[in-house]
């Protein structure tokens, strides 16, 4: 399949998906929305992809959303085209997805990262929801999730000043959780991955449903969710492999992988 936006590519069991528009800082339009969701798709059909990382450039993970393909807009073409709802197709995919951010995560690029299941950041990268400089406030889910990562008061701080957060801020604060050097973000990110990708996909699918049940529901509810799928775990192959591997001092062969 070829893409204009963005690169994808496939390492082992992990699936490599590269944003790709440098003279743009990685600026979101409604084509890499197309494409990201179409390679996301498409990675959580393959059986042979058992985790997936979304990555930039050195300089920019993503700018934000493209605001020259935006500005002009009226309130009715947003309003009847559900402008950006399309990126909640990301949250759909049931394998992990795993932001590697290096340079700007700005509005919708901070916002894409959120989506993701975790970040890992270089050292150079930083967050930010710049929106009220443009007159507007985020529109990707950033007055939710960044509240949800980093607590009411630095998402506001961040939602009305505009300012931008270090990694070092960011790791500190909850949104990231790991910070590297820039020269290893894609090895770490894809060594993660790799390690997802090695244990029993249905146990790594369930384990993601469930911590983000959390965010959806209240505590006794979650933790009754947690419980069934638990036990629900006891009618895999996995279970019986993981278990016996521990007891019998060697490495588990997971079947379902
Ligand atoms: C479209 C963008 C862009 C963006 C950068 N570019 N960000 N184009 N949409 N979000 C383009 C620039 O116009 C420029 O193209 C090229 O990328 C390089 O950018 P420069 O500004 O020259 O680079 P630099 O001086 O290094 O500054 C980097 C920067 C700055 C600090 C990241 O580009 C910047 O402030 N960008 C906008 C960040 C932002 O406000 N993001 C939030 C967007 S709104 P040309 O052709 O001029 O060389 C959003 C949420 C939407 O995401 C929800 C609300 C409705």
Known sequence: MAYETILVETRERVGLITLNRPKALNALNSKVLEEVVGA??????N????????????KAFAAGADIKEMASKSYVDAYMEDLFAGWEGLTRVR??????VAGYALGGGCELAMMCDF???AENAKFGQPEITLGVMPGMGGSQRLTRFVGK???MDMCLTGRFMEAEEAERSGLVSRVVPP???IEEALKAAETIAGFSLPAVMMTKEAVNRSYETTLAEGLRFERR???A??????QKEGMAAFSEKRSANFKNR
């Open 40 to 45: 996301l798709e498409a990675f959580d059909d």
């Open 47 to 58: 059986p042979r992809i058992g985790a997936i990382v979304i990555t930039g450039s050195e």
């Open 95 to 100: 394998k992990p997805i795993i932001a590697a």
């Open 119 to 121: 970040i890992i950041a």
């Open 153 to 155: 008061s630095k998402a």
């Open 183 to 185: 020269g290893e973000l």
């Open 229 to 231: 799928v638990f036990h």
């Open 233 to 238: 775990m006891f009618a895999l192959d996995d």
